[in-house]
Structure formats: C-alpha cells, structure tokens
C-alpha cells in the first residue's frame, strides 16, 4: 500500500529574550510534527566566529501521557538539514506527568 504524505510548514516568527526567532515546524496530514529548525547563535564556524546557524531536529516517535501527546524519542542538531549537520542531542521521553 502506498501512502502519500502531506507535508505542511509552519514558520512563526516570535521574541525570545528581545532576539527575533523564525521557528519552522514540519507537520504531515495528522497532525503530527516530523522536524523543527530555528537559528541558534553559536561558534560552529570553520574560523570560530558566532553567528547564527541553523538548528534543528527530528521527531522519530511520539506518545500519550494523561491525554496530552508529545514528542518522546527526538534528536537534535547543529547545521540541520545541511551536510555539515552535526547532531549532538537525542532524548527519549519515557514518562511525562501534566499539573
């Protein structure tokens, strides 16, 4: 069975400590969010400068806790989506408790 994917983009441009941020969400027909990328300031250059490189990562599984469902198995990045992409950050969420 082929299934065909739609995938959305939802960019939001918002402030964080008075620094614009240009969030991009993935979405596919469901709902579900597959990637995110935002620039993140950082020294990831071959000379060591700071600038803003682009960050982001994927979402390889989600689950349920007490209704609400989120994203439980995630890895994240330097230069996501580029081929310099350098990821140093993967985390999977095993329980989630909501006050």
Same mark, same amino acid.
């Given at each position: 069975?082929?299934?065909? &994917?739609?995938?959305?983009?939802?960019?939001?441009? /918002?402030?964080?400590d008075?620094? !614009?941020?240009? /969030?991009t969400?993935? #979405?596919?027909?469901?709902?579900? &969010? &597959?990637?995110?990328?935002? !620039?993140?300031?950082g020294?990831h250059?071959?000379?060591?400068t700071?600038?803003?490189? !682009?960050?982001?990562?994927?979402?390889?599984?989600?689950?349920?806790?007490a209704?609400?469902? #989120?994203p439980?198995q995630?890895?994240?990045?330097?230069?996501?989506a580029r081929y310099r992409?350098?990821?140093?950050?993967?985390?999977?969420?095993?329980?989630?408790?909501?006050n």
């Amino acid at each position: 069975m082929i299934r065909e &994917l739609i995938f959305l983009s939802k960019v939001q441009s /918002l402030k964080i400590d008075g620094e !614009p941020v240009t /969030l991009t969400l993935f #979405i596919d027909s469901n709902g579900k &969010l &597959l990637k995110l990328s935002f !620039p993140r300031w950082g020294e990831h250059k071959e000379d060591g400068t700071y600038t803003y490189i !682009p960050f982001g990562g994927e979402i390889q599984q989600e689950q349920t806790f007490a209704g609400y469902t #989120i994203p439980s198995q995630v890895s994240l990045g330097w230069w996501f989506a580029r081929y310099r992409y350098s990821e140093f950050f993967r985390a999977t969420i095993e329980q989630a408790k909501f006050n």
